[in-house]
C-alpha cells in the first residue's frame, strides 16, 4: 500500500475516532467550540465548553486504550498546551473559564474512554 493511501486511511481513522469523542462530550452536555484548531505552534483536534470549563482534547486511537494512550508523546501534550495558549489569545472566551487537558481514546471496537485533567506536573517533557 502507498504511503498516500496509508495517509488518507489514517486520516480518516483520525476523523472517525474524534467523532466518537465529540458525540460522548456532547451527550454529556458539552458544546464544541473547534475541530482541528490549528495555531502557528501546533493543532487541537477538540475544544469543548462544558460550564465554566474549556476542554482541550487529544484523541488517540489504537486497538486498546492503552495502546492508544501509549502514543500520546510528552511533547505532542507540550504542544498541545501552547496552541491552547494561543487559542485562549485568539478566541472570545472568559479569562475566568477554567481549562483543562484530556486525552480521549478509541478502541478497535469504537469505545470512547476520556481521561480528565490530566496533571501535566508529573509529565517530563523532555521524552
Known amino acids: 500500500m502507498g504511503k498516500i493511501v496509508q495517509g488518507k ?15 460522548w462530550y456532547v451527550a454529556r452536555g458539552a458544546r464544541c467550540l ?10 487541537i483536534d477538540l ?3 462544558s460550564g465554566n470549563t474549556l476542554h482541550f482534547v487529544e484523541v488517540k486511537s489504537s486497538g486498546t486504550h492503552d495502546q492508544a ?7 505532542q501534550i507540550a504542544r498541545v498546551w501552547s496552541a491552547a495558549e494561543e487559542y485562549l489569545a485568539a478566541a472570545c472566551v472568559a479569562r ?7 486525552l480521549a481514546t478509541v478502541d478497535c471496537t469504537g469505545t470512547v474512554r476520556v481521561l480528565g485533567n490530566i496533571d501535566l ?5 523532555e521524552n
Not at 486511511?9 to 458525540?23: F, H, M, T, Y
Not at 475566568?96 to 484530556?102: E, N, P
Open 96 to 102: 475566568l473559564s477554567v481549562t483543562q487537558f484530556d
Open 47 to 49: 475544544i469543548f465548553q
Open 34 to 43: 473547534d475541530r482541528r484548531w490549528r495555531g502557528q505552534v501546533g493543532e
Open 9 to 23: 486511511i489514517s486520516d480518516a481513522k483520525g476523523r472517525l475516532a474524534e467523532a466518537a469523542v465529540e458525540a
Open 121 to 125: 506536573s508529573v509529565v517530563n517533557f
Open 69 to 75: 494512550a501509549a502514543l500520546l508523546l510528552p511533547r
